[in-house]
């Protein structure tokens, strides 16, 4: 196993800033490592809290850490979310949580196609991303333009341009049509495959009112609660799993622009 690199082996900041992510998840690690490369940060891991505070305490100056990115949904964030926060108050520190169990998914998982992707397919999207056994398979819509299209590229969810590919498909378990469109309805009923369930009309309406308050509560609970509870402890930000690359880069973005203010 390659070791993380760290600060120490770095002699100069790099151009858009250091970013120390704390995360023991493999796969996720690598996912946002990517995305700030890509974005022309410069990422040290820590799978450990140990880690993390060996690579600040190794580093020739705990100023070249621009950035620090911890879970605080797992014991690993808490140690090492305390740590930073009282011994370099200076770097702007950003949260990850909402973390799902996606080994639960599997051959159980519900395979969903969404027809329609205006408000009530993106907020679909948004709900499904965070259920380990519900699985987009596709999403499709007239309007190439549409909301729940551009949200479903960030998070790699396929985007099927012709409706009638998708809803003839026979590798999906439920069709989900929020188009509200009569003619929609009736065109899945005739050309869907036999086996494939529907939901549509006032059924998916209410599966759309539902989230909508579901979305409105989790808001609540994070600002009346999480939010508060992180901003005592100094946290600037906080991302919700999994996180869109645009997202993400624009938190970090802003910390590291925080810090350089900081530092004038």
Same mark, same amino acid.
């Given at each position: 196993?390659?070791?993380?690199?760290?600060? @120490?082996?770095?002699?100069?900041?790099?151009?858009n800033g250091r970013v120390l992510?704390?995360?023991?998840?493999?796969?996720?690690?690598? &996912?946002?490592?990517?995305?700030?490369?890509?974005?022309?940060?410069?990422?040290?891991?820590?799978?450990?809290?140990?880690r993390a505070i060996d690579v600040a305490k &190794?580093?020739?100056?705990?100023?070249?850490?621009?950035?620090?990115?911890?879970?605080?949904?797992?014991?690993?964030?808490?140690?090492? =979310?305390?740590?930073?926060? %009282?011994?370099?108050?200076?770097?702007?520190?950003?949260?990850?949580?909402?973390?799902?169990?996606?080994?639960?998914?599997?051959?159980?998982?519900?395979?969903?196609?969404? +027809?329609?992707?205006?408000?009530?397919?993106?907020?679909?999207?948004? +709900?499904?991303?965070?259920?380990?056994?519900?699985?987009?398979?596709?999403?499709?819509?007239?309007?190439?333009? @549409?909301?729940?299209?551009?949200?479903? *590229? &960030?998070?790699?969810?396929?985007?099927?341009?012709?409706?009638?590919?998708?809803?003839? *498909?026979?590798?999906?378990?439920?069709?989900?049509?929020?188009?509200?469109?009569?003619?929609?309805?009736?065109?899945?009923?005739?050309?869907?495959? &036999? *086996?494939?369930?529907?939901?549509?009309?006032?059924? %998916?309406? =209410?599966?759309?009112?539902?989230?909508?308050?579901?979305?409105?509560?989790?808001?609540?609970?994070?600002? %009346?609660?999480?939010?508060?509870?992180?901003? *005592?402890?100094?946290?600037?930000?906080?991302?919700?799993?999994?996180?869109?690359?645009?997202?993400?880069?624009?938190?970090?973005? %802003?910390?590291?622009?925080?810090?350089?203010?900081?530092?004038?």
């Amino acid at each position: 196993m390659t070791e993380p690199k760290t600060a @120490a082996m770095f002699g100069s900041k790099p151009g858009n800033g250091r970013v120390l992510l704390i995360e023991d998840d493999p796969g996720i690690c690598q &996912e946002l490592r990517t995305t700030l490369e890509a974005a022309g940060f410069d990422v040290l891991e820590a799978d450990t809290e140990d880690r993390a505070i060996d690579v600040a305490k &190794e580093g020739e100056n705990p100023l070249l850490l621009d950035v620090v990115i911890t879970d605080i949904d797992k014991k690993l964030g808490v140690g090492s =979310l305390n740590y930073f926060k %009282s011994q370099f108050p200076h770097i702007p520190l950003i949260a990850l949580t909402g973390l799902v169990d996606h080994t639960a998914s599997g051959s159980s998982a519900i395979r969903i196609g969404v +027809v329609g992707a205006g408000k009530g397919g993106r907020a679909l999207l948004d +709900v499904f991303l965070h259920l380990p056994d519900a699985q987009v398979v596709g999403i499709t819509d007239k309007d190439p333009e @549409a909301t729940g299209l551009q949200f479903a *590229r &960030e998070f790699e969810i396929p985007v099927v341009p012709d409706p009638m590919d998708l809803i003839g *498909r026979d590798d999906v378990d439920l069709i989900i049509d929020v188009t509200g469109d009569p003619a929609m309805e009736a065109l899945i009923a005739e050309n869907k495959h &036999e *086996r494939v369930e529907v939901l549509s009309g006032a059924a %998916s309406k =209410l599966l759309w009112l539902l989230v909508q308050r579901e979305r409105e509560i989790q808001s609540y609970v994070l600002r %009346s609660e999480k939010l508060a509870d992180m901003i *005592r402890d100094g946290v600037k930000d906080f991302l919700m799993k999994p996180i869109g690359k645009d997202r993400l880069v624009k938190a970090v973005a %802003s910390a590291v622009e925080q810090h350089e203010l900081s530092r004038l």
